[in-house]
Structure formats: structure tokens, C-alpha cells
């Protein structure tokens, strides 16, 4: 049974840090490229974050790059997203996702999802 499961959702203010982590299980892992999405209250579920199977090429959506960063330890089967400098325009419900390919920012390309954890930045 497939599982992605996310934690370390909350509230932040402004310009705080959030660090989310994502627990895969049932599939073979190393052989997924990773990533995240976000989608905020009223708008379309967006690409964040990417991550390549063996963890060494990356992709960020333009308005986070700088702030938040991607890793994957295939030891422990997890994708983390650490998230710095948040703005409240970060609210969202973040999702861990795993393509059959690797890490891209389409949404068709990943076959499993997460259940989402919620994100809140207050100003």
C-alpha cells in the first residue's frame, strides 16, 4: 500500500521557518523523483519544489527559490522541504507527490500524493 505522509505543518509569523517532511512507503522509492506542491484557499494546487531520485539535481518554482530548500534521504525513504523567510502569500496546503519520472513541475507526471499538511503565515 502506497503511502506519502506529510508532517510539520503550522502557524509561522512572517519571515519564520517551517520545515515539512513527507514518509513514503509502498513503492520503491529511489526509483521516484520527488517534489512538493502548495495550493492556497481559492486557487489551483501549484508546483513548489523537486527533487531527482538520487537527490543531486533540484528544481524551485521562482517564487521560492532562495528561501526554501529540497533534500531526500533514500536511507529513510523522506523528502523534506525546509522552508525559510515565509510570507503569508505561502498559505497553503502543502502536498509530497512522486513522479514516475524524475522531478518535474507538472502535476500529470506524479503518480502518488499525499493527503497535504496545512502551512500558515501570518503577517
Known amino acids: 500500500q502506497v503511502q506519502l505522509v506529510e508532517s510539520g505543518g503550522g502557524s509561522v509569523q512572517t519571515g519564520g521557518s517551517l520545515r515539512l517532511s513527507c514518509a513514503a512507503s509502498?513503492?520503491?522509492?529511489?526509483?521516484?523523483?520527488m517534489g512538493w506542491f502548495r495550493q492556497a484557499p481559492g486557487k489551483e494546487r501549484e508546483f513548489v519544489a523537486g527533487i531527482s531520485r538520487s537527490g543531486g539535481s533540484t528544481l524551485y518554482a521562482d517564487s521560492v527559490k532562495g528561501r526554501f530548500f529540497i533534500s531526500r534521504d533514500n536511507t529513510k525513504n523522506t523528502v523534506t522541504l525546509q522552508m525559510n523567510s515565509l510570507k503569508p502569500e505561502a498559505t497553503a496546503v502543502y502536498y509530497c507527490a512522486a513522479s514516475r519520472w524524475t522531478a518535474t513541475t507538472r502535476q500529470s507526471d506524479y503518480k502518488y500524493w499525499g493527503q497535504g499538511t496545512q502551512v500558515t503565515v501570518s503577517s
Open positions: 509502498g513503492f520503491t522509492f529511489t526509483a521516484y523523483g
